[in-house]
Nanobody, 134 residues
Framework: EVQLQASGGGLVQAGGSLRLSCTAS????????IGWFRQAPGKEREWVSC????????YYKESAKGRFTISRDNAKKTVYLQMAYLKPEDTAVYYC???????????????????????????WGRGTLVTVSS
């Protein structure tokens, strides 16, 4: 059975850092491209970052660029999201998701940000809560 498990969330002060992990079971993480999403209270789920399966190219939502770093360790079947300079608006449940295709299905929004629809992913992990206090 294909499963993902996100972990590493917690409570951190604004300006602090956290590293989230997304561990795969039932498949190897390099067989999939992995995306990170988040859902803040009362808001819709939004895409945050993605790493290509084929070439390791990475993509970030504008608000995450320069602060978040996505990476993968195929030997550990794990994809990481290193988050730095956290802000209260980063507070959300963070989810990782997997897609068998090689490339992240990145879209350009009307305001020239990047985005990926959650429908592009068919395997989701349970989320991990990140709370950033001001």
């Amino acid at each position: 059975e294909v499963q993902l498990q996100a972990s590493g969330g917690g409570l951190v002060q604004a300006g602090g850092s956290l590293r989230l992990s997304c561990t795969a079971s039932g498949f190897t993480s390099d067989d999939y491209q992995i995306g990170w999403f988040r859902q803040a209270p009362g808001k819709e789920r939004e895409w945050v970052s993605c790493i290509n399966r084929a070439d390791g190219r990475v993509y970030y939502k504008e608000s995450a660029k320069g602060r978040f770093t996505i990476s993968r360790d195929n030997a550990k079947k794990t994809v990481y999201l290193q988050m730095a300079y956290l802000k209260p608006e980063d507070t959300a449940v963070y989810y990782c998701a997997a897609d068998k295709r090689e490339l992240c299905r990145v879209l350009i929004t009307p305001d020239l940000d990047l985005d990926i629809r959650s429908e592009e992913y068919d395997t989701w992990g349970r989320g991990t809560l990140v709370t950033v206090s001001s």
